[in-house]
């Protein structure tokens, strides 16, 4: 792939391409901000990927941190934000919904399941309306912090497991009564310590899911280095009958072949995952247990643990001239001969067991989240570290320096695909893998930035890939007028599988664009090579009703009440399977960002300053990456 490099006055662009395939294009969509900009609503850290409302056009996901106020209060988080998938503007569904883990459909009915913060389990319509307690964890039930993916049953019913990370972890179910059942306590570590649950897959009515062995902290409270050991493992449980018998063990990891995530830090809440092929092969992926390793205080010489910046991260805890000092075991501060994690293959008895692919950290490093199979017979998955690209888990005001170097802290995280169809075995040994490296993850503050640490990926209806990452995102300006060159609190992306670039656009603006209550402004949208246009926001302001049909132009005029608005019109493509979206905002009672006598609008085909247009048009150079969705 060939990349075309400029400098454009003293702007520092990168030269490297973080797309290495040609067939697909890895498009960034949106930031998330905890503070920010002004009219946007706040939310960050998505710990897992959003889903797809195909009626709508629409992917929704749920944030595990928003902004609070001085005394604590959750006044304007957008936990839960949808979003056109196209490059834009995100918006509020709903303000107190937290969360560690995505969405599940329910199989007939219109309802979102998920588990919040405080182990509550609710849904949502698909919409983001109505939430619902229908279990209330008040009296601590169920752990406060779950980290696996809810999933639903043959019958209608939520399977999740219920850990506290420390001693126990069970498979429940909630009954279509709302009624919780303990289906099974897993007690499986043949070590005699606490045995982890991981990500779960149903095919049929068998369960498949992993169980972790916790050996201990790398080089502090190690059980055991030996490749030999057991680390863990894939089970199997029938769930024909009721109740269920013990899960059978199919296969049981070795330190050689990869860990299973086991701890509760925020890098474990990114789970291992599993899917199915047409074949009847699993797959799924291995990593290592606990991201945290030895280190020394240097101020008393104790031994502590400490994160490890193997899974993405940062090295915690550490001051700039004790850094060198901090962690004392060499790279990758692993003591495993497996530190950066493989993508497996097994058959659903457990024969067949092999490695496909073990990373080895400029490629990925700990494979985890959610994992899709196309239709053309491609897995794509996610790895949390790994790459070329790596950047300190900061965000730096305008003005203020960003860190020049960056230790032992590895790539920011990788796509990667793997064509099931080129594996190749002999002898019980991986000949072809099939493996190819997609995407290295960019954060930091240059202008092609598009997040650091995914978490997973999801195959929308439309055809596309959709994930977020955990920290990472570009510049903005917070409510209180700070300009941030870099934001850390996660991105949204989509992997496009056409790679065809759209030729339609659209426009919208708002004029004026700041008025008083009680005055008028005039909404106007044209388009171009488009169509199924609609008109999108958080709010209906007269005739500007969300979510309803628009002519491929018009205009209508507003006069809403005191506040910010922002108004959207997302248009699909009318040649190729894409849409976009541009937005305009109208301040009410408000300071707006320009003069009464500008409109205030932006997006594909809007209006722009000639010098940003300049400077994004030689952005797109840059990047072999779709970027007209948004000039």
């Given at each position: 792939m060939k990349t075309l490099c400029i400098f454009l006055f003293t702007l520092p662009l990168s030269c490297l391409a973080n797309t290495a395939v040609d067939d697909v294009s890895v498009n960034y969509l949106t930031s998330l901000h905890y503070s920010g900009p002004e009219g946007w609503p706040t939310a960050g850290k998505p710990y897992a990927p959003p889903i797809y409302n195909a009626e709508r056009d629409q992917l929704l996901g749920i944030s595990s941190t928003g902004h609070v106020d001085i005394f604590g209060n959750d006044t304007r988080a957008a936990n839960m934000w949808g979003l056109a998938p196209v490059q834009g503007h995100y918006f509020s569904l709903a303000k107190d919904i937290k969360s560690y883990v995505g969405f599940a459909e329910h199989p007939q009915l219109d309802r979102l399941y998920s588990?919040?913060?405080?182990?509550?389990?609710?849904?949502?319509?698909?919409?983001?309306?109505?939430?619902?307690?229908?279990?209330?964890?008040?009296?601590?039930?169920?752990?406060?912090?779950?980290?696996?993916?809810?999933?639903?049953?043959?019958?209608?019913?939520?399977?999740?497991?219920?850990?506290?990370?420390?001693?126990?972890?069970?498979?429940?179910?909630?009954?279509?009564?709302?009624?919780?059942?303990?289906?099974?306590?897993?007690?499986?570590?043949?070590?005699?310590?606490?045995?982890?649950?991981?990500?779960?897959?149903?095919?049929?009515?068998t369960l498949f899911g992993y169980l972790a062995y916790p050996r201990g902290t790398p080089f502090l409270d190690t059980l055991s280095i030996d490749d030999d050991f057991i680390v863990g493992a894939l089970y199997a449980m029938d769930l024909s009958n009721d109740p269920v018998q013990s899960p059978e063990i199919i296969h049981e990891f070795t330190l050689a072949e990869g860990e299973v995530p086991w701890t509760r830090g925020e890098a474990a809440r990114i789970a291992t995952y599993l899917v199915e092929d047409q074949q009847g092969y699993l797959y799924g992926t291995t990593s290592v247990g606990t991201c945290k390793t030895k280190g020394i205080i240097v101020h008393n010489q104790q031994e502590a643990k400490f994160d490890n910046g193997i899974c993405g991260g940062s090295y915690a805890l550490y001051s700039v001239t004790d850094k060198e000092n901090l962690i004392h075991t060499e790279y990758p501060h692993y003591d495993g001969s497996n530190p950066f994690g493989s993508v497996f293959r097994v058959k659903k008895d457990g024969s067949d067991f092999v490695l496909v692919h073990t990373f080895s950290d400029l490629d990925g490093s700990q494979p985890r989240g959610p994992m899709a199979i196309t239709d053309n017979g491609y897995l794509y998955g996610t790895t949390m570290g790994g790459g070329v690209h790596k950047d300190e888990v900061i965000s730096v005001k305008q003005g203020n320096p960003y860190p020049s170097q960056f230790g032992e802290v590895t790539g920011n995280g990788t796509i990667y695909r793997i064509r099931l169809a080129d594996i190749k075995v002999e002898n019980g040994v991986v000949v072809e893998s099939g493996f190819e490296h997609v995407h290295s993850f960019k954060a930091g503050i240059d202008v092609d930035a598009d997040g650091k640490v995914p978490t997973g990926i999801m195959l929308a209806a439309n055809g596309n890939l959709y994930g977020t990452t955990l920290y990472g995102g570009r510049g903005y300006t917070d409510n209180s007028?700070?300009?941030?060159?870099?934001?850390?609190?996660?991105?949204?992306?989509?992997?496009?599988?056409?790679?065809?670039?759209?030729?339609?656009?659209?426009?919208?603006?708002?004029?004026?664009?700041?008025?008083?209550?009680?005055?008028?402004?005039?909404?106007?949208?044209?388009?171009?090579?488009?169509?199924?246009?609609?008109?999108?926001?958080?709010?209906?302001?007269?005739?500007?009703?969300?979510?309803?049909?628009?002519?491929?132009?018009?205009?209508?005029?507003?006069?809403?009440?005191?506040?910010?608005?922002?108004?959207?019109?997302n248009c699909k493509d009318s040649d190729v399977n894409s849409r976009f979206v541009a937005l305009a905002t109208l301040y009410v009672d408000a300071e707006a960002k320009a003069k009464d006598s500008e409109s205030l609008s932006y997006g594909n085909g809007g209006s722009l300053d000639w010098r940003w247009l300049f400077l994004l048009t030689a952005a797109a150079l840059f990047k072999p990456v779709r970027t007209t969705r948004f000039k």
């Open positions: 588990i919040d913060l405080d182990g509550n389990i609710f849904y949502v319509h698909s919409d983001g309306s109505n939430k619902n307690i229908v279990f209330d964890n008040s009296e601590e039930e169920l752990s406060s912090q779950p980290n696996v993916q809810p999933i639903f049953d043959q019958q209608g019913r939520l399977l999740f497991i219920d850990t506290d990370g420390e001693s126990y972890s069970r498979l429940m179910r909630l009954d279509a009564d709302n009624t919780l059942i303990e289906m099974h306590r897993f007690n499986n570590n043949p070590h005699g310590y606490y045995t982890g649950a991981g990500g779960m897959l149903l095919s049929g009515n007028g700070n300009k941030y060159l870099n934001d850390k609190f996660g991105t949204v992306f989509e992997v496009d599988l056409s790679a065809q670039q759209p030729t339609g656009s659209v426009s919208i603006s708002i004029t004026p664009g700041s008025i008083k209550q009680g005055e008028q402004a005039e909404v106007t949208w044209s388009s171009f090579n488009a169509t199924d246009c609609k008109a999108t926001g958080e709010t209906v302001i007269g005739d500007w009703q969300p979510d309803s049909p628009l002519e491929p132009q018009g205009s209508m005029v507003i006069s809403p009440q005191t506040g910010v608005y922002t108004l959207t019109v």
